[in-house]
């Protein structure tokens, strides 16, 4: 055990380093892309040229690592081949393009996909085993996503959760945790700091207040699913519909553009959208907030943009749960914070991970609610979600079958 310890304490911290460095990158230039797209609004005109840059450099450069964060899941569940090399930068590229021209996405996308490259490098300079592989890809993939957000131990879970629905990999546990918990190390130390999300009261656990949150769950669930639904539905229309891929993304640029010239304080929908997020904890937001931000990410994010889902589920969430604190007796700063979480748990069938990441961001106080909403979400999403290289290890509930009584 202690030559175990020893060599996953050394492979996972070289792969938390070279993660967090990664997302420290990424972090750091989409700083720059959203300051300069803000200062230079007309920068929004060019989305639909820079839609068919990012398609043009997929399709001379990028067709082996398009399957993206799936190509990853995929190398975990049935090794094949090594991530190619070229994934992290043309991910990093891509991600910055989308964002400084006003395209709607995330960024978990982007440093989970550098952390898996990332460790497959390691995977070759050290020859590891197809075993070993499979581990260390995992840890690569939490620390990426702990290091972009700053939640180490949601990020460790993630990597052990995301792969297949109903079922952790508890082999990877070890060196999950180290890289999750090295990677989240880094960016701090390269001055990037996350942005703080607070939850100003957290109301006594009681019967009425969980009634609520478990009706939240369910519409949080729904939620989830159909931006997952959507959005692969649209992608495979858009396949069927365009053979020449990079059209894809210029066609989507065209529809951002026309969309946000044509309705009223579109602003909020274009980029991460942080922002927003942050105001759902503080006051009431429109209604249809939650519905706009989907439209323009599923519209970006299905044409062929780069970047991510997570952080537009977080903002689809915060402000669904805003919206619902007009239905259900609870304060809006913490349904904002609950459907934060349990939109991504139901989209990511990652429940788990998704409970702890409250407790990280908003305190421990949060976690009996957090818990529960996001169980909810999980169960009425279906089996689903946005990552379509997930498995289904166990079904989320026992199939219905009649019993049969003797007379």
């Known amino acids: 055990m202690l030559g175990y310890l020893g060599k996953w304490l050394s492979l996972a911290s070289l792969a938390g380093l070279l993660a967090g460095a990664g997302s420290s ?8 892309a959203t300051a300069t797209r803000v200062a230079h609004p007309a920068l929004l005109w ?15 450069f990028g067709q082996s690592v398009e399957g993206g964060n799936n190509l990853l899941i995929d190398e975990i569940h049935d090794p094949r081949r090594v991530v190619p090399r070229r994934m992290a930068p043309l991910i990093l590229l891509g991600t910055v393009i989308t964002h400084l021209f ?3 996405a995330g960024r978990e996308g982007t ?68 890289a999750a918990v090295v990677g989240d190390l ?3 130390l390269m001055g ?14 009681a019967p009425a207040a969980l009634g609520a949150v478990v009706v939240a769950g369910v519409v949080f669930g729904l939620a989830g699913m159909a931006f997952a639904g959507l959005t692969h539905s649209l992608s495979r229309r858009l396949n069927q519909a365009i053979a020449y891929a990079p059209l894809r993304p210029f066609l989507g640029g065209c529809v951002v553009v026309a969309a946000a010239m044509l309705l009223p304080d579109s602003g909020k929908y274009l980029g991460l959208g942080i922002p927003t997020i942050v105001d759902a904890f503080h006051q009431p937001l429109p209604a249809y907030d939650f519905a706009g931000k989907a439209a323009f990410t599923i519209v970006t994010l299905a044409s062929g943009f780069k970047g991510g889902e997570v952080t537009p589920l977080f903002y689809i969430g915060a402000t669904l749960g805003n919206a619902l604190a007009c239905l259900l007796p609870l304060p809006f700063p913490l349904l904002a914070g609950l459907g ?18 409250a407790m990280e961001l908003f305190g421990p106080e949060v976690g009996t609610f957090a818990g529960i909403a996001c169980v909810v979400s999980y169960l009425f999403s279906g089996h689903s979600g946005i990552y379509r290289a997930q498995r289904v290890a166990h079904a989320k509930r026992a199939p219905v079958t009649a019993e049969r009584h003797d007379a």
Request: hydrophobic share 55%.
């Open 340 to 357: 934060f979480v349990a939109v991504f748990a139901g989209a990511a069938n990652t429940p788990i991970a998704s409970t702890i990441m």
């Open 102 to 104: 006003g395209g709607s």
């Open 25 to 32: 990158a990424l972090l750091l230039a989409l700083d720059w």
């Open 192 to 205: 990037v700091h996350h942005t703080h999300y607070a939850i100003a009261a957290v109301p006594p656990v």
């Open 186 to 188: 880094v960016p701090p």
């Open 46 to 60: 060019l989305l639909p040229v820079a839609g068919l840059a990012v398609g043009l450099l997929y399709r001379h």
């Open 111 to 178: 440093a989970v996909q550098m952390g898996g490259s990332f460790a497959d490098y390691l995977t070759r300079w050290f020859r590891l085993s197809h075993d070993d592989r499979r581990i260390l890809l995992m840890g690569g993939i939490s620390a990426g996503f702990a290091s972009v957000f700053g939640t180490p131990l949601a990020g460790a879970v993630f990597g052990l959760e995301v792969l297949a629905i109903g079922r952790l990999r508890y082999d990877a546990i070890l060196p999950c945790f180290v």
